[in-house]
Nanobody, 119 residues
Framework: VQLQASGGGLVEAGGSLRLSCTAPGRYGMAWFRQAPGKEREFVSSIDWPGRKTLYADFVKGRFTISRSDANHRMFLQMNSLLPEDTAVYFC?????????????????WGQGTLVTVSS
């Protein structure tokens, strides 16, 4: 399984970005992020076929995860971005279709896409 994340870029605080990742069918998926000098942290997870979602507290109400199995894609709509959201965002997948927040539960990882939020 090869995952490809895209959609990162430079945006001003308060702006929006939409990240995208390939999403194999019947796989649980998630987004993680890693800021410079910090450990990788959980952002959001979605089950297959997309009925259940889980969010880190710091993105609730701002980010929305979704997936389109018809197009084999997963998305992260990020609104009201803050400078502290600056990080490399990674998509991850696991064969089990459920939602998880632990990075060690995910078997496959994309290469990451950089999100930079200027103040």
């Amino acid at each position: 399984v090869q995952l490809q994340a895209s959609g990162g870029g430079l945006v001003e605080a308060g702006g929006s970005l939409r990240l995208s990742c390939t999403a194999p069918g019947r796989y649980g998926m998630a987004w993680f992020r890693q800021a410079p000098g910090k450990e990788r942290e959980f952002v959001s997870s979605i089950d297959w076929p997309g009925r259940k979602t889980l969010y880190a507290d710091f993105v609730k109400g701002r980010f929305t995860i979704s997936r389109s199995d018809a197009n084999h894609r997963m998305f992260l709509q990020m609104n009201s971005l803050l400078p502290e959201d600056t990080a490399v965002y990674f998509c991850a997948a696991r064969r089990n279709a459920g939602i998880y927040s632990r990075s060690d539960r995910f078997e496959f990882w994309g290469q990451g896409t950089l999100v930079t939020v200027s103040s």
